[in-house]
């Protein structure tokens, strides 16, 4: 590591806020899907558990993997990396469902949530390549 991360501490910012994002997301769908399917958006839950709280614990884990770059960033800055490939996948899944399949339009809420997370995990890479690794 040559140099140091300007603007750091906004840049920790954002990966807490991500965590804590992640962990409540992951949190609320394991414990509470069927909850929010049924009196909040109206559609029916998964029957199988099994379905959406796979889902739901992996969502957290990346709450976890966020905070550990919170924590480090110059450590930790390949989680980042994974955090985009997860948040495009679930963009990407979230947006053909939406618009090919017909599924409830809530999903694209956290679709478009994530975009603005890969936008700004972009954003803190090309300044961390030019700025740590110069």
Do not use: C
Request: glycine fraction near 6%; charged fraction near 15%.
């Amino acid at each position: 590591m040559e140099g140091s991360l300007k603007h750091e501490k906004a840049y920790r910012n954002l990966f807490l806020i991500a965590a804590l994002y992640d962990f409540v997301l992951g949190f609320a769908f394991f414990f509470f899907l069927p909850f929010f399917f049924e009196e909040i958006y109206d559609i029916a839950a998964p029957i199988y558990p099994s379905l959406y709280q796979g889902g739901a614990a992996f969502v957290f884990v990346m709450g976890v993997g966020f905070y550990f770059v919170y924590r480090n960033i110059y450590r930790n800055v390949d989680i980042v990396k994974i955090g985009i490939i997860f948040k495009s996948v679930y963009t990407a899944l979230a947006f053909y469902y939406v618009f090919v399949e017909n599924t409830p339009w809530i999903f694209l809420v956290f679709g478009f949530l994530d975009i603005v997370f890969i936008v700004f995990f972009i954003l803190f890479l090309r300044a961390f390549r030019r700025e740590v690794q110069a």
